[in-house]
């Protein structure tokens, strides 16, 4: 005599996929902008240095020299400070790192409402005379 087995298999629980980090809150983080001759990145991150949510020009569409336009970076920091929003930060201090012509508009985007800016700074590398420039070109 075969005993048949009536058990049946639990059903595997539904997970939510959520691409990325957990919604949490977070009150204060840091915000780097980061502009360059050929693009302007932006990342927000938390105090403690994990980044919370990163664009650029690129990300955003803008492709060739267009990445490099102070419209483009305007238009990354707005992709930002949207998808922000779940984490309901509420002030920040600012880090521009570079050259480029894309800085100056890329801080002035920053200014959403909701969002208090405790500080700006520059954080550009400077040399104080390190190692040997290149020899000028002669064309």
Do not use: W
């Not at 691409?19 to 949490?24: D, H, I, T």
Request: proline letters at 4%; a positive charge; hydrophobic letters at 35%.
């Amino acid at each position: 005599m075969t005993k048949t087995s009536t058990t049946t298999k639990p059903a595997k629980k539904a997970r939510s996929k959520s691409r990325g980090r957990a919604k949490q809150k977070v009150l204060k983080g840091k915000i780097f902008i980061q502009s360059s001759y050929n693009n302007t990145i932006i990342s927000v991150t938390d105090l403690a240095g994990n980044v919370l949510v990163q664009s650029s020009a690129g990300y955003v569409g803008f492709g060739g020299t267009r990445k490099a336009t102070p419209y483009a970076a305007q238009r990354a920091v707005a992709d930002v400070m949207e998808r922000l929003q779940p984490f309901g930060m509420k002030e920040a201090a600012v880090y521009v790192k570079g050259i480029g012509s894309a800085r100056e508009s890329a801080v002035r985007a920053l200014n959403a409402p909701g969002l208090a800016i405790t500080s700006i700074r520059d954080v550009t590398p400077i040399p104080h005379n390190g190692v040997r420039a290149r020899k000028k070109r002669r064309v």
